[in-house]
């Protein structure tokens, strides 16, 4: 197999294939970030469907097949159907979704009755026009990867050169607006650019297809960054390889369309990036869950132990746990064997634990912490300040004042954790330098 | 000259006024609360001053000429719901955003630009987070990226659209130090305000708006029963609080 594909890789039609949908699927990728982040990503799928009796449209007015001239008319038909899409709202009560629905269905529709027309009009030369609907890479000859690699490459300078103001009007296009730049050109330039992005896949991926190439690779990329620029870059790249990705494919695979299998790479991808993405996948995600449900869990029961020590109880069971806090009983236990490991209990007999010096230490330490973040929440108004607002509550964090304030509410509300046996142990531990 | 100035200003959309012959002439640094109850125009009044509104009729004059060519002397402080804050940047880009119309089309910002942004992260209290997701942030601290980002415009006349709204006691604290600091510096301050308990202490001047304009000047002019009973039609129970409270005195 890989044989064949070597051969194949040779022949300079294939190679000229290659570069046309690495480019096309890197030009998608960045522009369908902008398309993603704006929210317009059923609008991407209505331009692409638009443009369908745009090309037809060309075709009977020239009564050739020139790629040029099915650009242009596709690409004046797709500002066309977006220009209605962002008008009908405008006049009517209809909401943007259903204008959607209705522009993408008519533009569709009408240029599905001209393809029928000119196939039931015209001989073999125009039986062509219908590879618009899937794709069809393997009809792309050498000048019109010309054209497309040119109109790519315009494509990413401009979106190099106005980064700037493309994230800005992105962003917030009412701040935009507020600081003078210049939003209706902008827009207006950005939806050009996005139209022709969507335009020169058309003949490869097809009207159908073509909003999934625009989209699926800018959602793989956010996954992993936290950044515009980082975004656009990964989903250039994405797009790029998901192009030569089903050009590979399905030159080994006879007879199988590109486009579908350029659309399924770049799926393939974005299936991998959800689940393995670090930080923001799916694994990553639940794997976090877990550890924070065990970790809580954990401080819950060292709690609920120490709340029994303050009471002279120290018989650790579940079920004296489970008296005071609401956990499963194998969540329970799971704690309570972590516990043990840390040595902050040690097992009596089986199913039976003893708070030792540790643990007491440790269940002071946490209480104290908890309880003074009880009184700080009900006297919020009057502590906060901007030095305490972290992430989370830390009373070494805090200013002095505010931290003896709230040793003395807790005295007030008689909230404040006891350490009669741990003494000994805490004479180095911080918060006990502070009385 | 005044920083703001309207003139029989209304404001329609699609056909129903929201804002009615509103004249003003606002005063150089104050602070000045917009108030009124939900949906009397408040923000309207922002966005058309801003001209991201149009307007029927009127004139709206910055410092005597027409907004356009004042538009570097205002800075903006939009509502933090506007925005979608799961987009991927950091809070030092949002705020660079504020040299945006000072660096022009098609430059970078420069060091100093983005010194400026530090400095003002700082100033509000978020220079730990500057290289954080906005994702991370909670509602008070992207309210205060928002005024990070109006501080960097350096501007003459601020506009905020409820900067309180939703806000963590930290982040109300902060935003008044700033709002106290810029009118030291004789910056001239509009908030669009609906909390009338704290209305009084914030605000040296009061615009008590209803579709029009129902009463402006000096709080202690303006913010009196008879005219909040005429904004709020007589329904609010702060307006017995506050009559119980003024009998008390007498």
Redesign the interface.
């Known amino acids: 197999m890989f044989e064949s594909l070597w051969l194949q890789l040779q022949h300079p039609n294939t190679q000229w294939v290659l570069a046309g949908t690495l480019l096309l699927g890197t030009a998608s990728g960045v522009l369908g970030s902008f398309v993603l982040?704006r929210?317009q990503s059923l609008i991407g799928d209505a331009m692409a469907h638009s443009a369908l009796p745009g090309v037809c449209l060309a075709f009977l007015f020239t009564g050739q097949k020139s790629l040029p001239f099915f650009l242009l008319g596709a690409a004046l038909a797709g500002l066309l159907g977006t220009f209605c899409i962002q008008l009908i709202p405008r006049l009517s009560k209809t909401k943007e979704d259903s204008a959607i629905g209705i522009v993408l269905s008519v533009f569709f529709g009408v240029g599905i009755i001209l393809l029928t027309y000119i196939q039931q009009q015209g001989a073999g030369s125009q039986s062509g026009l219908d590879s618009f609907l899937f794709g069809q890479a393997a009809s792309l000859v050498r000048q019109d990867i010309i054209l497309i690699a040119g109109i790519s490459a315009v494509l990413l300078l401009l979106c190099i050169?106005?980064f700037?103001?493309f994230?800005?009007i992105?962003?917030?296009l009412?701040?935009?607006?507020?600081?003078?730049?210049?939003v209706r050109f902008l827009n207006g330039l950005l939806a050009c650019l996005i139209v022709c992005a969507v335009v020169i896949g058309l003949q490869t991926v097809g009207v159908i297809l073509m909003a999934a190439m625009l989209i699926t690779p800018a959602i793989t990329a956010?996954y992993w960054?936290?950044?515009?620029t980082?975004?656009i870059i990964i989903a250039g790249i994405t797009g790029g390889v998901s192009g030569v990705a089903g050009t590979l494919l399905s030159t080994t695979m006879k007879g199988m369309a590109t486009g579908p299998l350029m659309i399924l790479s770049a799926t393939l991808l974005f299936l991998f990036s959800m689940i393995c993405a670090p930080k923001r996948g799916l694994a990553a995600k639940a794997i976090r869950l877990m550890r924070l449900r065990r970790r809580t869990s954990r401080e819950q029961v060292l709690l609920a132990i120490y709340e029994q020590y303050e009471k002279n109880n120290l018989c650790v069971t579940v079920e004296s746990v489970r008296k005071k806090r609401r956990l499963s009983p194998s969540l329970c236990l799971k704690a309570l064997n972590d516990l043990e490991q840390e040595r902050c209990i040690e097992r009596i007999e089986n199913g039976i634990w003893q708070i030792t010096s540790k643990g007491i230490e440790k269940g002071y330490h946490t209480a104290l912490k908890q309880r003074m973040y009880e009184v700080y929440l009900m006297h919020?108004?009057e502590l906060?300040?901007?030095?305490?607002?972290q992430d989370y509550f830390d009373p070494d964090r805090l200013p002095r004042e505010t931290r003896e304030r709230l040793y003395s509410l807790l005295k007030l509300y008689g909230r404040m954790p006891e350490r009669r046996k741990a003494s000994h142990d805490a004479e180095k531990g911080q918060i006990a330098n502070e009385f | 000259m005044f920083p703001v100035e309207l003139d029989n200003v209304t404001v329609a959309y699609h056909k129903k006024p929201v804002l009615q012959d509103i004249s003003l002439q606002v005063p150089e640094g104050k602070l000045i609360g917009i108030i009124g109850p939900n949906g009397a125009g408040k923000s309207t009044l922002i966005?058309t001053i801003?001209?991201?509104v149009p307007r029927a009729s009127g004139d709206i004059s910055i410092y005597g000429k027409d907004y356009?060519d004042q538009?570097?002397r205002?800075g903006?402080v939009?509502q933090r719901g506007?925005?979608?804050w799961d987009?991927?940047?950091?809070p030092l880009?949002?705020v660079l955003?504020g040299r945006?119309?000072r660096?022009g089309?098609?430059k970078?910002?420069k060091k100093a630009d983005v010194e400026m942004a530090k400095a003002a992260l700082t100033k509000v209290?978020m220079h730990d987070y500057a290289k954080r997701?906005i994702s991370q942030l909670s509602g008070?601290?992207q309210q205060r990226v928002f005024l990070a980002?109006a501080l960097c415009?350096n501007a003459d006349i601020y506009f905020m659209d409820e900067p309180f709204a939703g806000v963590?006691?930290?982040?109300e604290?902060?935003i008044m130090t700033l709002l106290a600091e810029l009118k030291e510096k004789g910056k001239t301050v509009l908030v669009v305000h609906h909390d009338l308990q704290t209305a009084e202490d914030y605000f040296d001047w009061i615009l008590l708006l209803h579709l029009r304009k129902i009463a402006f000047g000096p709080t202690e002019n303006v913010f009196t029963i008879e005219n909040l009973q005429k904004t709020y039609g007589g329904r609010l129970t702060f307006l017995k609080d506050k009559v119980l409270a003024e009998g008390h005195k007498e």
């Open positions: 982040l929210k050169v106005f700037k103001e994230t800005l992105t962003f917030d009412a701040f935009a607006k507020g600081l003078g730049i210049p956010r960054t936290e950044r515009l980082g975004m919020e108004m906060a300040n901007i030095e305490s607002d | 966005k801003l001209g991201l356009k538009r570097t205002i903006y939009p506007s925005v979608d987009f991927p940047t950091s880009d949002v955003m945006y119309g660096i089309l098609l970078r910002p209290g997701q008070g601290q980002r415009q963590d006691a930290a982040t604290r902060a």
